[in-house]
Nanobody, 123 residues
Framework: QVQVVESGGGFVQAGGSLRLSCTAS????????MAWFRQAPGKEREWVQC???????TTAESVKGRFTISRDNAKNTLYLQMNSLKPEDTAIYYC?????????????????WGRGTQVTVSS
């Protein structure tokens, strides 16, 4: 049974940084596409970044140049390094995994989801 768990959220001032982590028990993340999504208050959940099996990444325009997705295969852990945070980055951040190795930006293409971790950026 696959279990996805996020951690690392918290409060930060605008301009600050946070690193989110995601562990996926029962699923070797190096063989699967993994992504981060987020949902701001009152808004739809949106895709942030995806990392495919070969290390290739795709990134939403809103976070380009500020967020970096990466993984540690030995720890089977996915990361999201968030720099230059803005108040509009405030959201619940979700980690998601596909059963295939290729990236997608569509929520319905992801099979396993964590419960999310809250990120709050104050102005």
């Amino acid at each position: 049974q696959v279990q996805v768990v996020e951690s690392g959220g918290g409060f930060v001032q605008a301009g600050g940084s946070l690193r989110l982590s995601c562990t996926a028990s029962g699923l070797p993340i190096e063989d699967h596409a993994m992504a981060w999504f987020r949902q701001a208050p009152g808004k739809e959940r949106e895709w942030v970044q995806c990392l495919n099996w070969s290390g290739g990444t795709t990134t939403a325009e809103s976070v380009k140049g500020r967020f970096t997705i990466s993984r540690d295969n030995a720890k089977n852990t996915l990361y999201l390094q968030m720099n230059s945070l803005k108040p509009e980055d405030t959201a619940i951040y979700y980690c998601a995994a596909r059963t295939t190795e290729y990236c997608s930006s569509r929520q319905t293409d992801f099979n396993y989801w964590g419960r999310g971790t809250q990120v709050t950026v104050s102005s």
